[in-house]
């Protein structure tokens, strides 16, 4: 694949990358001190009062069997385990930055990848289950910025995936816009001081086997097709 640098993409997308999430910011913080808590996790999440409100309401939807008792921000963090906690913050953080680009329907198609691709991770262990599911969300990242950018001159469908027409190939993107939504979503998770096993599984998981650890980019492969399919069976009933 064509390889751009990175200062070019900072320069030609200044102001179109998506940002990261100051809640999700003080996440990776404390992710590097040492002794921190859930309860640290907590407090940061219910300085955001429209967010700490989406949150409370999935781990009630989700989480709680009894549905009589509304389960606390803790206990849903005690319940899901932290790592989950931290990936399920980073979607609904993220979800402004889809709606402002008018991707709502690509927020959907996002989160169905991620849930393939940690249960993928779980059935082979190849890597961890919640660093897949983060791979699974971010994968298409690039494409906000690709939409951001040049609008309704850049068409990708998911709500309709009969409608090949209007969905770009990588190549197709590279020889239309000079950038890719691969390299592009690696470069925004460098952005945002992801591991390496995000951003280069987000570079090459169209390609999988050009990766450093394919295994992760399969993952994204595959969960891609398996997410496409579930969509075009659900556009079809």
């Known amino acids: 694949m064509q390889s751009i640098s990175g200062n070019d993409m900072a320069k030609d997308f200044l102001g179109y990358l998506p940002e990261l999430p100051d809640v999700m910011a003080q996440f990776i913080e404390?992710?590097?001190?040492?002794n921190t808590t859930k309860t640290s996790y907590a407090n940061i999440l219910l300085s955001d009062q429209i967010l700490s409100t989406r949150i409370f309401s999935y781990i009630n939807l989700v989480l709680n069997t009894s549905k009589t008792d509304y389960l606390s921000i803790n206990k849903g963090i005690a319940l899901m385990g932290l790592h989950m906690f931290k990936n399920v913050v980073l979607a609904f953080s993220l979800y402004p930055a889809f709606e402002e680009a008018g991707c709502i329907e690509l927020f959907k198609y996002s989160l169905s990848t991620a849930y393939y691709s940690k249960e993928i991770a779980l059935q082979f262990k190849f890597i961890n289950p919640h660093d897949a599911f983060l791979l699974g969300f971010l994968h298409d990242i690039g494409k906000l910025a690709l939409k951001n950018k040049f609008k309704d001159e850049y068409k990708f469908t998911t709500h309709n995936v009969l409608d090949i027409e209007k969905q770009y190939t990588i190549e197709e993107e590279l020889a239309k816009f000079n950038y890719c939504h691969s390299d592009l979503g690696e470069y925004i998770c460098k952005t945002w001081n992801l591991p390496i096993v995000v951003t280069d599984a987000i570079r090459f998981h169209h390609y999988p086997l050009d990766a450093m650890l394919p295994q992760a980019a399969s993952i994204i492969y595959l969960s891609d097709?398996?997410?496409?399919?579930?969509?075009?069976?659900?556009?079809?009933?």
């Open 30 to 34: 404390l992710t590097r001190q040492l």
């Open 225 to 237: 097709i398996l997410a496409h399919k579930n969509m075009r069976i659900t556009s079809e009933d």
